[in-house]
């Protein structure tokens, strides 16, 4: 398994933008599936956003972040990058970074995941 650690949350207003990064150890980077979730207060874990491994020809949004949102990876750097823009304050989550090895199982599903990182507040004020 491979070690995760997001970075880039914080607070801001309706409309801002934000940029999460998840920094990832191990040199087997480019052979996972990335993907971010969010988790709200009182809801479960949901997926966001996933790009497959090595050559990111593969990037599927969850509809509410569509047009938002924009996943990236950078295998040189080992790192995974989610931009936001036209942030609501429905986007309150903490945000987490997840890896796995390419499967077949739906990428919504959390337990599809093999490893997490520990979270990033992201916090949008109307």
């Known amino acids: 398994q491979v070690q995760l650690v997001e970075s880039g949350g914080g607070l801001v207003q309706a409309g801002g933008s934000l940029r999460l990064s998840c920094a990832v150890s191990?040199?087997?980077?480019?052979?996972?599936?990335m993907g971010w979730f969010q988790q709200a207060p009182g809801k479960e874990r949901e997926f966001v956003a996933v790009?497959?491994?090595?050559?990111?020809?593969?990037?599927v949004y969850a509809d509410s972040v569509k047009g938002r949102f924009t996943i990236s990876r950078d295998n040189a750097k080992n790192t995974v990058y989610l931009q936001m823009n036209s942030l609501k304050p429905e986007d309150t989550a903490v945000y987490y970074c997840?890896?796995?090895?390419?499967?077949?199982?739906?990428?919504?599903?959390?337990?599809?995941?093999?490893?997490w990182g520990q979270g990033t507040q992201v916090t949008v004020s109307s």
């Open positions: 790009v497959n491994w090595w050559s990111s020809s593969r990037i």
């Open positions: 191990g040199n087997t980077f480019s052979s996972y599936d």
């Open positions: 997840a890896a796995r090895k390419p499967k077949s199982t739906p990428y919504g599903r959390t337990d599809s995941w093999d490893s």
